[in-house]
């Protein structure tokens, strides 16, 4: 597969602007790595290296694999169970979440000598949320359908004693459930996987293993305007205008800067700041040929791989493909076979051999330490097939039960930091029901954060113009089923304890960037495993002298896919001009984390930046905050409002000092 059968490699994770982390890569494979020998200088080889992750899961990890990826062909079956339940007269109590602060249920609960709800159902379910759930892909088997359904009566029946009628409606609503699962869902299920496992081996419109045709989508592409004083996110579906620049490749120009663009009365070109409309129309003159072709932006579709054992065709996500691996080894004169995740399973149900060895980091080092050059690493937009089926001969095929062990690369073979080694031991010994959780203190680099002019005027005005700081990015796994699911990004910067350079950012650290996604399994423990690892850092920080600690509590606006390549529509804000106030969610979230935080960490007070500015301004005069004493983070809020909080007085000083020392400068020149 490494050497010509890819059409199309997977979009990378994507770590920030410009910068891209392939998935199951090294580092010490990163081409931007520096000190790696060149191929070319007798480098590395990546004989002996897995092509897919699915070669690291044993027989147990690669049903579940196969499972989850043929999930969506559960959904009718369940969607019709859950409709014929809801439309039982018996399951109204059901049909919706339970709201223990209802009049209702308090007055239930009142009546009938009824402890408080959450002190007895932990884990609340409903069959729309089961619905939800299940239409939206977050049920990945059979089984966790099932337990989702049990959960709702199960909590039913343990709230409520066996006399009451809800009880009795709750065992009659499970006893249905039953039913038609065994005479109605299971029958649709396996007709539709059987449909899966019938699709013909020269098939090059269905992936041989989700069963789906060839327009999945891995999710929304990232595509900006190149007008400079644009770069507004060009959402999925929406019209753009695509040019060829000289040496630069491909462009796009949304339609708001496009000076041609009609407005929608076609009165003439499209109102627009001149800033970016000039840009835009040198933009556009500078086009190769003067070409501009008016196009729609689409999700990328995810690539093809063939399998050398089968000869079948599948996605490259439900394959578990390398798409750093096969390439890289194809520019070094190698091939990387690939087997699919039906060969490998069957090919340990006839041999039983073991899951593949691991490396320890030194081993790992040892091995890939070899720089590659950019079109070795880069990887290219999903399509169809890449190449005929049936090209392979029966000499060329790989024969499964005479397959050797090859390496893969794990998240726990990254190496540790004193940091990651005390945060992931306690998230181990507090989360004994969370299994696999790996972290790792990806990067950690040396930096400087600039002063606002307006701040340096008045506070530092002979002071330094960057202050140093230590950036820290931390990343949280979770290993399930033979995979490590990346479920935290954290961006930190820390400042050390030099007062006289860095003043009142001295011993502060600031989360700069917190992103995350809901795939923790058990999911009910999400918000506790992520304050966990906060908590964890905050007190690591404490024990090493930090005193102040800080974070913007604000959710991404739209099309803002920092740090991870995308997201669910409903976890974005709207697109508004200036600053978007937190979301009442995200601040409650942060609140409790901070009051936890207040209760295990000895002398921790926290408050607002809006209770600060409060200060500033002098509605409690007897505890003025001089807003010249707050520190300046990096990307923070505190910059950005420096001048509706600095009052006016002190900036007119300030601007006088200035007026003062220029004058100085010129007669001493003279």
């Known amino acids: 597969a490494g050497a010509g059968a890819v059409g199309g490699a997977p979009h990378p994770l994507s770590f920030g602007e410009g910068l891209a982390v392939p998935t199951w890569a090294s580092p010490a494979m990163s081409p931007r790595t520096p000190g790696m020998r060149s191929p070319a200088r007798g480098g590395g080889s990546l004989v002996g290296y897995a092509a897919s992750l699915c070669e690291a899961m044993d027989e147990r990890e690669l049903r579940a694999h196969l499972t989850a990826a043929r999930a969506p062909w559960m959904v009718t079956a369940g969607v019709a169970l859950i409709d014929k339940v809801a439309a039982d007269q018996r399951a109204f109590p059901f049909l919706e979440p339970v709201d223990p602060k209802s009049p209702a249920v308090q007055a239930y609960a009142a009546h009938h000598k009824l402890p408080k709800y959450r002190s007895v159902v932990k884990r609340p379910m409903d069959l729309a949320t089961v619905k939800t759930c299940l239409v939206k892909g977050l049920v990945t088997s059979p089984d966790e359908f099932w337990e989702l359904l049990s959960l709702i009566f199960d909590n039913a029946m343990a709230y409520n004693p066996p006399h009451l009628p809800l009880y009795q409606a709750a065992v009659a609503c499970k006893n249905l459930v039953k039913h038609l699962w065994a005479s109605d869902f299971l029958p649709a299920y396996r007709a539709a996987l059987a449909g899966v496992e019938a699709l013909p081996h020269d098939s090059t419109t269905h992936c041989a293993v989700c069963g789906r045709d060839g327009k999945s989508e891995s999710g929304a592409s ?31 120009v949304c339609g708001r800067c496009n000076p041609l663009q009609p407005t929608r009365r076609g009165g003439g070109p499209r109102s627009r700041s001149r800033g970016p409309r000039k ?64 060969c490998l399973l069957r090919g340990k149900e006839l041999t039983r051999n073991p899951a593949p060895q691991t490396i320890t980091s030194p081993r790992l080092r040892r091995l890939l330490g070899s720089s590659l050059g950019e079109p070795a690493a880069a990887g290219g937009p999903g399509g169809e097939p890449g190449g005929p089926i049936g090209t392979l001969s029966s000499a060329e095929r790989v024969d499964v039960t005479k397959m050797a062990p090859r390496f893969v690369v794990r998240a726990e073979h990254l190496p540790t930091t004193p940091l990651s080694r005390h945060v992931e031991g306690v998230l181990r010994e507090r989360f004994t029901d969370v299994e696999g959780l790996v972290l790792r203190e990806v990067s950690a680099c040396n930096g400087f954060t600039p002063v606002p002019s307006a701040l340096r005027s008045v506070r530092l005005p002979h002071g330094p113009t960057e202050l140093p700081h230590r950036a820290r990015t931390l990343a949280l796994f979770q290993a399930r089923n033979g995979a490590d699911i990346c479920l935290l990004i954290v961006f930190v910067y820390e400042y050390g304890g030099d007062e006289s350079v860095l003043g009142p950012n001295a011993r502060s650290a600031y989360i700069s960037y917190l992103d995350s996604v809901k795939w923790l399994v058990p999911s009910t423990r999400r918000g506790d495993v992520f304050h966990g690892v906060l908590l964890e850092y905050m007190g690591y920080l404490q024990r090493r002298g930090f005193r102040h600690f800080r974070l913007w509590a604000c959710p991404p606006l739209t099309g803002d896919d920092y740090a991870f390549h995308c997201h669910p529509a409903e976890t974005w804000t709207k697109k508004v001009p200036g600053f978007k106030p937190p979301t009442r969610v995200l601040v409650s979230w942060y609140d409790k984390l901070l009051d936890e935080a207040a209760e295990r960490l000895t002398g921790l007070n926290w408050g607002t930046t809006t209770q600060l500015l409060a200060l500033a301004q002098g509605v409690d005069t007897a505890e003025r905050v001089d807003p010249l004493t707050f520190p300046v983070f990096k990307g923070g809020l505190w910059p950005q409002l420096l001048h509706s909080a600095v009052p006016l007085e002190e900036r007119r000083l300030a601007a006088m000092k200035t007026r003062e020392l220029k004058k100085r400068s010129k007669t001493s020149a003279h």
């Open 222 to 252: 990232r595509l900006r305007c190149a007008v400079p004083d644009c770069s507004s996110v060009i959402d999925v579906g929406r019209r753009y205008w695509a040019l060829q620049l000289p040496d630069q490749g491909m462009a796009a």
């Open 279 to 342: 840009a835009a129309e040198e933009l556009l003159e500078s086009a190769v040929g003067g070409k501009v072709t008016e196009t729609q932006h689409k999700a990328e579709e995810v690539g093809w791989v063939r399998c050398d054992a089968c000869d079948r065709w599948c996605h490259t996500v439900c394959g578990g493909f390398n798409a750093f691996t096969a390439p890289a080894a194809a520019a070094l004169g190698e091939t990387l076979p690939f087997v699919c995740p039906m």
